[in-house]
């Protein structure tokens, strides 16, 4: 008897030691160098995804439609994007499914625009050379700001420019007005930009989703629960100590702590607890999502796509395009 537990407690520790010494796994995660990513710089930094035995590997692009092949291609796990190329994806194919809401900003798109150039507003872009990122979210803005002054696309000269090229265009008198999201707005307003209009006032939603491969949550499920364990953990320590946290988004876009805070205020950005998640107010609660405000309003990002021939049409079927249940099984484990 003696000899069968030294045995087995030996064979115990053989285990522990063998998973402490274990290689992490490796999590291919997307994302995007011209928005911000406060949660995401701070759990790399701080050795989050570490102590959750994954190696994060962070790969950069510069928008969310350029994630799009990576996905499709199995060239990441995990992407943080838009509304827009999330839908885009979804409609053309790409098996990608929407987990979770990583972000939510009321005013971090917002149209701004010259005063020097006789505009003070909206009525007064006509015929004004207005930037916008067509087919994305400050595209879907600026058509929802025009329709509150009885404008349409064609009142306005639309300019396509990716955010980046938007503050040099802006100072070199190229473009009138601009829509577009931090921190390029910011760069454009501190030029003397006025804004017109936000997220907020034009009554739609915009923010950032964690989107995963539809293989990755079925065939690695305990790595995506660490993922969200990972993500609960930042959302828990920016509860406690902001400045930490945004220490290393700051950094990594090159503002001081005061700048970067100033920043955060203009976008008016908060980050739903994963809990709240499962409401109305987001995903809805599991087997409602049809009903939910996401879903609705998703589906009108797809008709906006539909109108501006980015998909052929709306979905016929959503099934599949919020997948809630690793959030709703994480939230029984460590919330029950």
Request: aromatic share 8%; glycine share 8%; proline share 6%.
């Amino acid at each position: 008897m003696l000899k069968k537990i030294v045995g087995a407690a030996a064979a115990v520790s053989l285990l522990v030691s063998s998973l402490s010494w274990a290689e992490p796994t490796t999590v291919r995660i997307a994302y995007q160098t011209g928005d911000i990513n406060v949660l995401l710089s701070y759990a790399n930094g701080a050795g989050l995804f570490e102590k959750q035995g994954i190696k994060a590997e962070l790969i950069p692009f510069p928008a969310g439609p350029a994630i799009l092949p990576a996905l499709a291609g199995g060239k990441v796990d995990l992407a943080w994007m838009g509304e827009m190329p999330a839908v885009t994806g979804f409609s053309n194919g790409i098996p990608l499914e929407v987990l979770m809401m990583e972000r939510q900003d009321d005013t971090n798109i917002r149209l701004s625009a010259n005063s020097k150039a006789g505009i003070s507003s909206i009525e007064q872009l006509k015929g004004k050379r207005v930037a916008a990122s067509v087919g994305s979210s400050s595209h879907h803005h600026l058509l929802e700001a025009l329709k509150t002054a009885g404008l349409t696309q064609s009142d306005v000269i639309l300019v396509n420019l990716p955010p980046a090229n938007m503050p040099p265009a802006y100072a070199a008198g190229q473009i009138d007005a601009a829509v577009t999201w931090e921190p390029a707005i910011g760069l454009i307003e501190e030029q003397g930009a006025k804004t017109l209009a936000t997220t907020r006032s034009l009554g739609t939603i915009t923010g950032g989703y964690w989107i995963g491969q539809q293989s990755f949550s079925r065939q690695r499920p305990e790595v995506l629960q660490a993922f969200l364990a990972v993500w609960d953990q930042a959302l828990k320590d920016y509860a406690k100590d902001v400045s930490g946290v945004r220490r290393y988004e700051a950094e990594r876009i090159g503002q001081t702590p005061e700048q970067f805070d100033a920043l955060i205020k203009r976008q008016s950005a908060s980050h739903p607890a994963l809990a709240e998640q499962l409401t109305s107010k987001f995903f809805g609660q599991p087997g409602q999502e049809k009903d939910s405000r996401l879903r609705k309003h998703f589906e009108g990002i797809a008709q906006f796509l539909v109108e501006q021939k980015r998909i052929d049409a709306v979905p016929a079927d959503w099934g599949g395009f919020f997948n809630t249940k690793p959030l709703e099984t994480y939230l029984k484990a460590h919330n029950p």
